[in-house]
């Protein structure tokens, strides 16, 4: 007599469709806390506290606003820049382009063609 058994499927198993999704990693102190406070009034926009990092995930795109960011430190505008958000991200998934008043990132690096000079156009 044989007996069968049972296949579980892995939660963790390989799955190479597009997310749709984009995110950082920030430093789990007092900038990155503000930053994920700013972060966390959108939308689309996921913030997971963790005990030494703070997840920010976005599905599409997310819009990290200096002069936001600034104001909600208590700061004046032109305070938070591109070097302040890399100071406070470790890591980061999606296209990532920084503009002089912000950071964007994009799920899906055809969204940000138009900033990084990507020609979608087919060549023959």
């Known amino acids: 007599m044989t007996t069968l058994k049972a296949v579980v499927e892995s939660p963790f198993k390989s799955d190479n469709t597009a997310s749709n ?12 806390a503000v930053v994920a406070d700013v972060m966390r009034g959108l939308d689309n926009v996921t913030v997971t506290p963790l005990p030494s990092m703070i997840r920010v995930d976005a599905v599409g795109r ?12 208590g700061e004046e505008p032109g305070y938070f820049d591109q070097a302040e958000f890399e100071e406070n991200m470790s890591t980061h998934y999606g296209r990532m382009v920084h ?9 899906n690096p055809e969204d940000a063609a138009e900033y990084i000079g990507f020609d979608l156009t087919a060549s023959s």
């Open 99 to 107: 503009l002089d008043d912000r950071t964007i990132m994009f799920a």
């Open 62 to 73: 997310m819009d990290f606003v200096y002069d936001d960011i600034s104001e909600a430190l």
């Open 21 to 32: 999704r984009c995110g950082v990693t920030l430093m789990n102190n007092q900038v990155g």
